[in-house]
């Protein structure tokens, strides 16, 4: 790409050219799933082949369209940056930490989860997650997680019948709930 | 510490009162159960075999004074809720499984699922229901019987079309009847009995295979035909309707349908296994069972679990023979 | 059907019927925990009660439980429940504009009224409609679905071909399952979990809710959080019924699609007020602004979503036939009673019926009043801080997503979904035709399976007139989206060119 160009989408994209990159990444992405798709398309036969076939071919020949009359036409290349990544790029390092450490928080719950069972996860992910997010008391904050877990678990084992994933307390919960029913 | 030993011994003596309260069966397991007993369905809720096992469950309370639980882990066509079964809960006698075959042969010989035959064992069977084929009263093919539409079909190769599930029962017993007497049928894959029952009723389709506790109404109503079943004991329900051996196919009996029953990871303690196999063949034998089961339209035909073991057995081995003749003649 | 009207007034039913909607209304408030899985978990409770209140009970938690989504949806842009997603478009741009407590008694008045009207069909129209769902075959439904897949691509203000890209993506992923021909897994990469396909639910709570909860965080270690809604404006019924009043033709065409789509098996809530808003879109001539707080638009929404639940109830009763997920709990609700739904239920036990009938219109009296009355109270919500705000989203929005299935894989499709709408976002992308997409395409590839099946030619399926009308309409919105496209460009380049001479003198 020619240094006018770049320069040219550094004004219409709001001093984003990355964004640019960005878009042509992602329908790099579209297509290679597709094409991935495509490739595991051979395995199956008649009827059940055609139809998904036929949304691939569509799908990259779309996506190499829409990329093509980006890289040609000027106009489309005014593509804003979306307001939420102007906030995060806009923010201070310490909260771009901070957002960054509640993704991965939540990311990391179901597998959490599925090793510790579901009051220890709760309560754990929940004060991790006020805290970082600058819930003002940090005590409360894990006194009601807690309480939460707790009641939830009681909830789901009493009237919903929803089998959480379990640990310790969760076993102990079982029990004793059944012993108390008895 | 000191509580943590107190509460089990506790819940023994409560379990012991209420055992001998309620079964006096003297294998009883010690400490076993000590929390309520999951039984889990591959299905969402509100199908056949999710009130199969909610009425057990309510009934196995009420017999044995133990807690069951439904639990529906529907997806992957009961693939997903009987691997949970076979594999990923452990085997300590808290899971059990309420498993609708041949479905689950299928899964196993035909669709990868990630669990061998042995993994899962029966431990009580609830009821067989045979395919039932159907037709439309008011349709072309409404008034002639199971003979006449064969004839029907001969001469117009291709023009009856049928309604199945892909790759379950119904397909399957369908393609095996067609084959057997010389006819080619148009088969129409649905997602499930009910949307087939529907494009029957609208006349989108000629024939339907579905269950008939899914059908009865329509059957009682006169908007459907009963036409053969695939089984060669005739269904006290449908008194007159053709068996297999009637109209001379050679279909394995008991198998083609839907084989209801109780199972159960097969490493679960024996001690465990014997004591519930006994606790839902008191409950299954009960009066009051039967007319429970009545009440949402399903007829027990309670089996013990060495039969059904025999039965499971056959019917994994007709599913095998079926897919490695259909795989040979597709390499043809 | 008069006994029915009294057992419907008892004081156990009235209390049933109030018990079930301010139930419905907690569970559907809280995102991710939708009106669905509220009476797929109060089965259990249901059996303590008689066939008929139980059936109430749980005819008042769905009502309620999607009356509830909405209040999410007002006041912080999280739909409750999937039917609420678009009513969250119109109703959080209403409350933005501080008309909060006007577009949670508007959602209210159009909810209530369009389940009454919904209702009092079910109640006198059942046998001549249910015939309907039976005319529906393969044909009728592809070119149903082709004209509501074109209707959202044509009416959306993205560029028409990222629409039908988007579209396309969809549909793409929604063919990762097993095959509707043969039942084998198609694109599975060995995964089970993924045999099943992409769980709806869980990507439609990926798409809204989550992301919400990640924009709330966002939001709340900004330095200046702005509030999200000013709840201080108060609003006369008479206001509310006067911007009823001139919108009736809206308010009835809604109500008439949505108890159409719900008497059709395949469709439910969900997709129903996508359709009638973009319907509403095309023909409505009040010039409002679709999307940004547009009064009609939240009639259409909420008054197709509470028809569709009645109209459901219509094939469900005299067939025996689940409209939607809701429907299917419904029916094995009322076999575990010891009744069948289907032709027969109507002659055995009528009493049952028609008591359920009239306690459904008096739930929906039920859901209006605490729209009208008790909507103030919800307030409270916007009190909460936005970092409270964003974690409870969070854990409710995996809980909910796991307890559909009891599926830890689905809390993974939900994360995933969440990245992918976040993803569209930044590329700028419209997420709504691959909501449409997502949403239609299992059934679609159905039923043009079926299609191919039992059609020989393309000669038989235009001889089916309704499948015609449908197909036509399409061709029409197509042509006439493209020339109001086309002469919109026109203008605009007009405009830049008069604002470049200027620039040049």
């Known amino acids: 790409m020619s240094g006018a160009r770049l320069r040219f989408n550094r004004a219409v994209t709001g001093d984003y050219p990355e964004m640019l990159y960005f878009r042509f990444a992602s329908f790099a992405v579209i297509i290679a799933f597709a094409a991935l798709l495509a490739s595991r398309s051979t395995q199956i036969t008649g009827m059940a082949r055609t139809y998904p076939s036929i949304l691939i071919f569509a799908v990259i020949v779309g996506t190499l369209a829409l990329a093509t009359k980006e890289f040609l036409g000027r106009k489309v290349l005014a593509t804003p940056v979306s307001q939420d990544v102007a906030k995060i790029i806009a923010s201070p390092p310490s909260s771009r930490a901070r957002f960054a450490g509640f993704v991965l928080v939540w990311l990391a719950f179901p597998w959490l989860l599925v090793s510790v069972g579901f009051v220890v996860a709760t309560t754990i992910t929940i004060s991790a997650s006020f805290w970082l997010l600058k819930f003002g008391r940090p005590g409360y904050g894990i006194v009601g997680a807690a309480l939460f877990s707790l009641g939830c678990a009681v909830l789901c084992a009493t009237v919903f019948y929803i089998p959480l994933p379990p640990g310790a307390i969760d076993d102990w919960i079982g029990r004793t709930l059944f012993a108390l029913s008895k | ?332 | 059907m008069l006994e029915g009207f009294l057992n419907a007034l008892t004081p156990t039913s009235l209390f049933v019927e109030m018990l079930g909607v301010v139930i419905g209304i907690i569970f559907g408030a809280i995102p991710g925990l939708t009106a669905t899985l509220g009476i797929a978990l109060f089965v259990p409770v249901t059996f303590l009660m008689t066939a008929e209140h139980g059936m109430i009970m749980l005819g008042g938690i769905y009502a309620g439980g999607i009356y509830g989504g909405s209040i999410s949806a007002v006041l912080i842009n999280v739909p409750g429940t999937p039917a609420s997603i678009v009513t969250s478009w119109e109703g959080h741009a209403l409350a933005r504009q501080g008309k909060a407590r006007f577009a949670l008694g508007m959602s209210a008045l159009a909810s209530g009224t369009g389940g009454f009207i919904s209702a009092i069909a079910v109640l006198f129209l059942t046998p001549v409609l249910s015939t309907l769902a039976l005319r529906f075959g393969s044909a009728e439904y592809c070119s149903l679905l082709i004209f509501s897949l074109t209707i959202v691509i044509v009416m959306l203000e993205t560029p028409m071909t990222s629409n039908l890209l988007s579209c396309c993506i969809g549909l793409m992923l929604v063919t990762i399952g097993l095959d509707p021909v043969e039942g084998t897994p198609r694109f599975t990469f060995g995964v089970i979990d993924l045999m099943s396909g992409f769980n709806l639910v869980a990507v439609l709570i990926g798409f809204f809710c989550m992301t919400q909860a990640v924009r709330l965080a966002l939001d709340s270690l900004q330095k200046h959080t702005e509030n999200l809604v000013d709840f201080s404006g108060e609003t006369s019924l008479r206001e509310m019924l006067g911007a009823l009043g001139s919108r009736i033709v809206t308010h009835l065409r809604s109500t008439v699609i949505g108890i159409f789509l719900g008497i059709l098996p395949a469709l439910g809530p969900v997709e129903t007020p996508f359709i009638a808003h973009a319907i509403e879109r095309r023909f409505n001539r009040k010039g409002e602004d679709f999307g940004n707080g547009s009064v009609s638009g939240l009639i259409a929404s909420e008054a197709s979503i509470s028809a569709n639940v009645g109209g459901s109830l219509i094939p469900l009763i005299s067939l025996g036939i689940p409209g939607s997920g809701a429907a299917a709990v419904f029916i094995g609700s009322l076999t575990l009673h010891g009744l069948q739904p289907g032709p027969l239920l109507f002659a055995n036990s009528p009493e049952v019926i028609y008591t359920f009938f009239w306690g459904f219109l008096a739930v929906y009296i039920f859901v209006l009043l605490f729209g009208l009355i008790g909507a103030r109270y919800c307030a409270f919500v916007l009190k909460i801080p936005q970092s409270v705000l964003a974690t409870f989203i969070a854990i409710f929005s995996i809980l909910g997503s796991y307890a559909i299935n009891n599926s830890i894989f689905d809390v993974v499709v939900m994360f995933g979904a969440t990245a992918f709408a976040l993803w569209f976002q930044v590329l700028r992308f419209s997420i709504l035709p691959v909501v449409m997409a997502v949403i239609l395409g299992p059934l679609f590839e159905q039923q043009v399976v079926v299609l191919t099946k039992t059609q020989n030619s393309v000669f038989d399926i235009l001889q089916r007139p309704i499948a015609d009308c449908f197909l036509l309409a399409s061709f029409l919105i197509i042509v006439f989206g493209v020339i109001g496209r086309m002469r919109k460009k026109g203008a605009r380049i007009k405009a830049l060119e008069g604002m470049e001479q200027i620039d040049d003198a």
């Open chain 2, 1 to 332: 510490m000191l509580k943590s030993t107190l509460i089990p011994a506790a819940c023994l003596t409560l379990l012991v009162a209420g055992a001998s309260a309620y079964a006096a069966s003297p294998e009883k397991p010690a400490d076993y159960p000590n929390r309520p007993i999951n039984i889990v369905v591959a299905y969402p809720p509100g199908g056949g075999i999710d009130l199969t096992a909610r009425t057990l469950a309510t009934q196995m309370e009420r017999i044995t004074g133990l807690q069951f639980r439904v639990e529906n882990r529907p997806g992957g066509g009961t693939v997903v809720g009987n691997t949970y079964l076979a594999k990923q809960a452990k085997p300590d006698g808290y899971t059990l499984g309420l498993v609708s075959n041949p479905t689950m042969s299928i899964t196993i010989v035909d669709q990868g699922a990630p669990f061998t035959k042995d993994d899962i064992q029966p431990i009580g069977g609830i009821t067989f229901a045979p395919v039932v084929w159907l037709s439309n009263t008011e349709s072309k093919i409404g008034k002639m019987d199971f003979n006449q539409i064969i004839a029907y079909a001969k001469a117009h190769p291709g023009e009856l079309k049928v309604g199945v599930i892909p790759n379950g029962a119904f397909d399957i017993a369908t393609r095996i009847l067609a084959k057997q007497k010389g006819v080619e049928f148009t088969i129409v894959p649905f997602q499930g009995g009910k949307p087939a029952a529907v494009a029957l009723l609208g006349e989108h389709i000629d024939l339907a295979a579905n269950y008939y506790d899914e059908v009865a109404q329509y059957i009682d109503t006169g908007k459907m035909k009963a036409l053969a079943i695939s089984d060669d004991t005739p269904m006290p329900q449908l008194p007159g309707v053709p068996t297999m051996k009637d109209i001379g196919v050679k279909m394995a009996a008991a198998t083609w349908g839907a084989d209801r029953f109780v199972g159960i990871n097969a490493n679960v303690s024996e001690e465990i296994k014997t004591y519930l196999a006994d606790m839902i063949e008191k409950t299954l034998k009960d009066e009051d069972t039967r007319k429970a089961f009545e009440k949402v339209g399903i007829v027990l035909i309670p089996q013990t679990a060495k039969q059904e073991k025999a039965l499971y057995d056959e019917a994994y081995s007709a599913v095998s023979e079926y897919f490695a003749e259909a795989h040979a003649a597709a390499k043809k």
